[in-house]
C-alpha cells in the first residue's frame, strides 16, 4: 500500500530520480505509520475473531442453559412463571400451560388480561403490581378453572419481584404449588363437620350454632324466631319396603322441597334421618308461620317418584318459637319436638302449634317408652275380644283381638296411644307375638267349647312385616300345637302396608294364606289403597272404618260410601266387616246394604278374655232359648 503511495508521489512530482531525503523521510514516516496500523488491524482482526468466536461460544453457552433451565421448569411439578414489569409473560413451564389450558403461544408476550377472566386478571394485576412496588414476596391462594369447572385447580403462588444488577425492577416471578387435593380434602372435612352428606342441609351441630345466632339476634332486636321441627311419617316403611336407595332419594328430594318452600334467609337442616328443620328468623306475623309450615305439610304430602315406583309420605311438623316457647337451642327443640309428637298422636300430616299441654304428654311418652320393654313380663299387658257378629244370623263366630295396657302410674293406656311408639322403639314384636300367642289359646277354648269355626282376628303392625323372616313359620308352629288351622286366625293389615306394596310385602301374605290364615283390610277408605292391591293380594275381608259408619243415619254422602265399598268387595269376592256399629238404625243401613259381617258397641266393647268366654256362653244360651221358643 505503501510502495503505490511512493509511485503515486514520484508521479506526481514527474520526476524519476528518486526523492528527496525529506520524501524519504516523510515515506518511512508513512511506511511506519502503516505498519503499525496493518498490525493494529491485524491485531484487532484477531480480537474481533477471537470475540466472534467468544460470542459463538457464550450463545452455544446461553442456549444450553436456556435448555437447560426449560427442562428444569418443565421437569418441576409446580407452576413457575416470568413476567416483566410491565405484567407479560417472558416464559413458563408446561405445568402453567396445563393450569391454564392454554397453548405458550397465545401467552408469550401476552398479559393476563389476555388470558383469563377480566376479573382475575385485574386482581391478579393489582398484586403483581403491589409486590414489584414493595420489592417484597407475596403469598396468594387462588383457584383457576379455564373454562371447565369440573377441573378446577387451586394454587399457592409465591409472587416474588426479580432485579437487574442495579437492584432495578425487572419483573416478577411466580412459583405456584398445586394444592388442590388439600384444599378439597380441607373442604369435604368442613361440609363434613358442617353439612349432611346425603342432603347438602346444614346438619345437626352447624343448625345449633344458627339457631343460637339468630336467637342472640331476636334478643337484641326483640323480634321472634320460629323453630318448625319436621318429621317424615312412615318413612322407615318407605326405607325397608322399598330399600335404602329408594329411602335415601326421599329423602333428599324432602329436603329439596322443604329448601324451596322457604326464604333462602331461614335455615335449614337435616337433624336426624327422616327429621328436619327449618330457622325462620325476624317473625313479624304469626300467621306467616301457619303458611309456611301448612305449604310444607302440602309439598311434602305430594307423591315422591323413586326410580320406577312412586310413592307417598306426610310430614308432621312441630312449631316452637323463641322467646316464649324455650329460651336456648335445645329448649326451643325439645318444644318443638313435643309440638310435633302431638301432631303425629293427633293423625300426622299435620302440624302443631307447642302448648305447655304438650310438656305433659312429652313427660308421658318418655314414661311410656321407658316403661315399654318390660310391659309383658310385669303382667300388664292383656288383650281383650270384641266379637264380629254375621249380620244375616245374628251369631258370632269371630272376635277381634285387641291389646290393653293397665299402666301402673297411667292407668289404662290405649293401644292407639302405646302402639305408635312400640313400632318406633322396636317392642312391637314381642307385643305382636303376645298378642297372637294369647289369640290362638283363646280361639282353642272357643273351638273346644262349641264354637268350631271360632276365628281370631289379630291386628299387625307393618313394623311386625318387615322384622324377622321367620314369624309366620313360628305362628304355624304354635297353631299346629294347639291344633288349630291356620284359618283360626285372620290377620289384619292396614292400608298403609299396601302404599308399598312390595315383592317382601306380597310374599309374606302369600306364605300366611298358603297356611290357610286369612287376611283383612282394617280401617278400609282411610288410607290410599288401590283396588288393583286387593285384587292382587287375596284380601278375604274388607273392613270399612268406622268413620263411615259414624254418621250413616246423617250423611247420605257415607251412606253411599259405605254402600258403594258393600258392592264393591262382593264383585271382588272379598266378605265385608264394618267397624264401630253403636246404633239399632247404623246396623239395620249396614243389613240392607248388605254387609256380612258386623262389629262395635251395639254387640259389645271390647272384653277381656273371662268376659268374652261368659259373653259367648249366653250368646249360644239365648240362640238356644231362641230356638227353643
Ligand atoms: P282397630 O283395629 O281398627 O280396632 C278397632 C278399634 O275400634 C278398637 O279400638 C275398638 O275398641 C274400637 N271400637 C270398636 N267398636 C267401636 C264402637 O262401636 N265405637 C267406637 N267408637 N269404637 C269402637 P282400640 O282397642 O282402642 O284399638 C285401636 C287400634 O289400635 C286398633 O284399631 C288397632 O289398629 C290398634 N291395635 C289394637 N290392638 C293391637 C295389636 O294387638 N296389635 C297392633 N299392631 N295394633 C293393635
Ligand atoms: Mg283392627
Ligand atoms: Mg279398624
Request: some cysteine.
Amino acid at each position: 500500500m505503501h510502495q503505490l503511495l511512493a509511485l503515486q508521489i514520484k508521479k506526481h512530482l514527474s520526476s524519476d530520480k528518486g526523492l528527496t531525503p525529506e520524501l524519504q523521510g516523510l515515506l518511512a514516516e508513512v511506511d511506519r505509520h502503516y505498519q503499525e496500523t496493518e498490525q493494529v488491524r491485524r491485531k484487532l482482526d484477531l480480537s474481533l475473531n477471537f470475540q466472534k468466536k467468544e460470542l459463538a461460544d457464550a450463545m452455544l453457552q446461553a442456549s444450553r442453559d436456556y435448555a437447560l433451565l426449560r427442562g428444569v421448569m418443565d421437569i418441576i411439578p409446580d407452576v413457575l412463571f416470568f413476567k416483566s414489569a410491565d405484567g407479560s409473560y417472558l416464559g413458563f413451564n408446561k405445568v402453567y400451560e396445563k393450569v391454564l389450558n392454554r397453548p405458550a403461544s397465545q401467552m408469550l408476550g401476552k398479559t393476563d388480561f389476555d388470558v383469563l377472566d377480566e376479573t382475575v386478571a385485574q386482581d391478579l394485576h393489582d398484586l403483581d403490581q403491589a409486590v414489584m412496588n414493595s420489592g417484597k414476596d407475596h403469598v396468594t391462594e387462588r383457584w383457576f378453572h379455564q373454562g371447565d369447572p369440573q377441573k378446577q385447580v387451586c394454587l399457592e403462588i409465591l409472587h416474588s419481584p426479580f432485579c437487574g444488577p442495579d437492584g432495578q425492577v425487572l419483573g416478577l416471578i411466580g412459583y405456584g404449588r398445586n394444592i388442590t387435593a388439600r384444599k378439597l380434602a380441607e373442604e369435604t372435612v368442613r361440609r363434613q363437620a358442617n353439612f349432611d352428606s346425603l342432603t347438602g342441609l346444614a346438619n345437626r351441630s352447624n343448625f345449633t350454632q344458627r339457631l343460637n345466632h339468630e336467637m342472640r339476634v331476636a334478643k337484641r332486636s326483640g323480634m321472634a324466631v320460629a323453630l318448625l321441627l319436621i318429621n317424615l311419617d312412615r318413612f322407615k316403611q318407605v326405607n325397608d319396603l322399598l330399600g335404602h336407595e329408594a329411602g335415601d332419594a326421599l329423602l333428599t328430594q324432602a329436603a329439596q322441597r322443604i329448601a324451596s318452600s322457604v326464604r333462602e334467609t331461614d335455615a335449614v337442616a337435616r337433624l336426624g334421618a327422616d327429621e328436619f328443620a327449618v330457622v325462620i328468623p325476624d317473625i313479624e306475623q304469626l300467621a306467616h308461620i301457619g303458611n309456611v309450615a301448612k305449604k310444607l305439610v302440602a309439598r311434602l304430602a305430594e307423591s315422591f317418584v323413586l326410580g320406577e315406583e312412586s310413592t307417598q309420605v306426610t310430614a308432621s311438623i312441630g312449631v316452637s318459637l323463641y322467646p316464649v316457647d324455650g329460651n336456648d337451642p335445645d329448649g326451643l327443640l325439645k318444644s318443638a319436638e313435643q309440638a310435633m309428637y302431638h301432631a303425629k298422636a293427633t293423625g300426622r300430616n299435620r302440624y302443631c302449634h307447642f302448648t305447655p299441654a304438650l310438656q305433659e304428654v312429652a313427660t308421658r311418652r318418655r314414661q311410656l317408652l321407658r316403661d315399654l320393654p318390660q310391659v309383658i313380663e310385669t303382667g300388664q299387658l292383656y288383650v281383650c275380644y270384641q266379637p264380629i257378629a254375621s249380620l244375616a244370623t245374628g251369631e258370632v263366630h269371630k272376635a277381634e283381638a285387641l291389646v290393653r295396657w293397665r299402666h301402673p302410674d297411667h292407668g289404662n293406656i290405649s293401644p292407639a296411644d302405646f302402639i305408635p311408639l312400640a313400632e318406633d322403639s322396636g317392642a312391637i314384636m314381642a307385643i305382636g307375638n303376645f298378642v297372637f300367642h294369647e289369640a290362638a289359646r283363646l280361639t282353642q277354648q272357643m273351638r273346644a267349647t262349641g264354637n268350631p269355626h271360632f276365628q281370631v282376628s289379630v291386628n299387625m303392625s307393618p313394623a311386625q312385616f318387615r322384622g324377622k323372616t321367620d314369624l309366620i313359620p313360628q305362628w304355624m308352629g304354635l297353631l299346629d300345637s294347639l291344633s288349630l288351622p291356620g284359618d283360626a286366625v285372620a290377620i289384619e293389615i292396614t292400608e298403609g302396608l299396601l302404599m308399598q306394596v312390595k315383592d317382601s310385602t306380597k310374599l309374606r301374605l302369600e306364605e300366611m294364606r298358603k297356611f290357610g290364615i286369612k287376611i283383612s283390610l282394617d280401617d278400609f277408605g282411610t288410607g290410599y289403597s288401590s283396588l288393583s292391591y286387593l285384587k292382587m293380594l287375596d284380601i278375604d275381608y274388607l273392613k270399612v272404618d268406622q268413620s263411615f259408619v259414624r254418621d250413616l243415619e246423617i250423611d247420605p254422602d257415607d251412606r253411599t260410601l259405605c254402600e258403594a265399598m258393600i258392592v264393591m268387595a262382593h264383585k271382588l269376592g272379598l266378605k265385608v266387616v264394618a267397624e264401630g256399629i253403636e246404633t239399632q238404625a247404623q246396623l239395620d243401613l249396614l243389613v240392607n246394604a248388605g254387609c256380612d259381617f258386623g262389629q262395635g258397641y251395639l254387640f259389645s266393647k271390647p272384653l277381656p278374655a273371662k268376659d268374652f268366654t261368659d259373653y259367648m256362653l249366653r250368646m249360644s244360651g239365648q240362640a238356644r232359648n231362641d230356638l227353643g221358643s
